[in-house]
């Protein structure tokens, strides 16, 4: 069966893998849970989400990946800024690949499909508005 979109054909753990790319570029550092203490406080945080954290006068951004990369990232507000806009510049991209081409090919036989004028298209397909 083909895939309708690419996000629908990668596997939850492509996905977190693609987010994670698009959190380093943005800015945001891994930090690896390579000793026991911060493997058990990772294990505290809520997988694959993000967490503001307040430092003072600025916020720091959490992502939490205890599968892929068994790791937090960590970002500031540019960091944050520059991922959410990546993530809306990807999501109009992902619209504009799904908007619908206009097909004109003189050959294809659109009756052979049931319309274009033919019969099998009635009130049960919208009542003929084409």
Known sequence: MACLSLAGCE???DQ????????AAAGFVARPANTPERQEMLQKL???RFLQKPFGDHVLYIYSDPKVCNC???G???AYGRYQSYVQAQNLADQQQMTADMY???SWNWGMWGWGGG???GPGWGGGWW
């Open 11 to 13: 596997s939850v753990r």
């Open 76 to 78: 500031n507000q540019a």
């Open 46 to 48: 809520p997988p694959n």
């Open 72 to 74: 937090i990232y960590v």
């Open 119 to 121: 019969p099998g298209w």
């Open 16 to 23: 977190i893998a693609d987010r994670e790319n698009s959190l």
């Open 104 to 106: 004109e090919d003189a």
